[in-house]
């Protein structure tokens, strides 16, 4: 016969044993631009992020997680340390948060060489899309090259034949270039490659002038995108020369910054604030009740980040030791994205449709950021194709 004082102590066994059998939280790593000028970039991955854990009650997939958020500063070194700290002292098997591609090629290989999974919210650049390929890296946003190729598709959709292209001289200027180029099928009579630290832009102003175009294509993210976008209106160019561009060059955040200076530009984007699906409107409410803003195409971007994982996370029961299970899991895409219809193509990239957008006044006078039609349907990436997994 078993006595009290057995079943007492067996009683505070099974008490004690009770928090350690409870199910840790799986730590997902967010390393991101958080200051300086395009630190709202990454503010918002984080918010759109964040909100998706929230929604389903501090889980992603039905999994607690504990997101783990740390400021890049965009400096590749201070992301690198990052990495090291979060895969080595705290064991963490998923990584995500980088917005600019030149810290995105610091510290993406020693995620990858270390184990990890990497699932890109934002940065695309075109050496990890081809031949560089990984099998455990994935991008929810874009591939660089294809966000541009839409304005360049959108340009000559909309009759201009010469342009004047600038942007940054680092990775994803690079690749903005070379993708409005390779859509665009007018004459580009001008490249000019600017600073991603630039607070003057008027050398570059005096050179689109003497170039006599008839539009022109720029890409400057964030903080940059408000002071070329300003200096422009400034210099009498707006009347003058329209203004193509692509989704980071004019968001809402951009928008407000500038108001009426940006009246009238078309842009192109995967994404708006007023695409009309059961996962968008739920999202863009949520996103609005919470922040009290009008979310961004980055803060879409987390949020379909963490949706990606989510349904990865479900499919294997919450396990990440297994990385090539997890990164399986992931392939499918098996999630309702805010923008609509959603795969990854061969090398783990985007393949979706893109949609010219225009800034219009609203009845109410308001500035918004109108949808106006599709520009590409189904549009993977160029490097897809030297992709082998």
Known sequence: MISKACISALALALLAAGPVQAQQPTKI????????????LGEDVRDGFN??????????????????????????????ELVERFMKTEKMKILTGIIFSNVAAAVVPDVLDNGGVYVSPNAGPSNFAGKECHKNYFVTSWQNDTLHESAGQNATNLGYKKAVVLAPNYQAGTDAIAGFKRFFKGEVVKEIYTRLDQTDFAAEMAQIRAAKPDV?????????????????????????????????????VILKAIGDAALGVNISSHWNSDFDNPANKTFVAAFQKKYNRIPSYYASQGYDTALAIAAALKATGGKVDDVNAFSAAMRKADFQSVRGAFKFGPNQHPVHDWYSLKVEKGADGQLAIVTKGKVLSAHGDFYAKDCKL
């Open 29 to 40: 790593g967010m390393i991101t631009t958080l200051s300086g000028p395009g630190g709202y």
């Open 51 to 80: 909100l998706a854990v929230e929604l389903e009650g501090g889980k992603l997939g039905g999994t607690p997680v504990q997101v783990v958020v740390e400021d890049d500063a965009l400096k590749p070194g201070q992301a690198k």
């Open 216 to 252: 022109v294509f720029q890409f400057h993210p964030g903080g940059l995108g408000i002071t070329f976008a300003r200096q422009y209106a400034q210099a009498g160019l707006l009347t003058e020369v329209p203004m193509v561009v692509a989704a980071p060059s004019l968001d809402s």
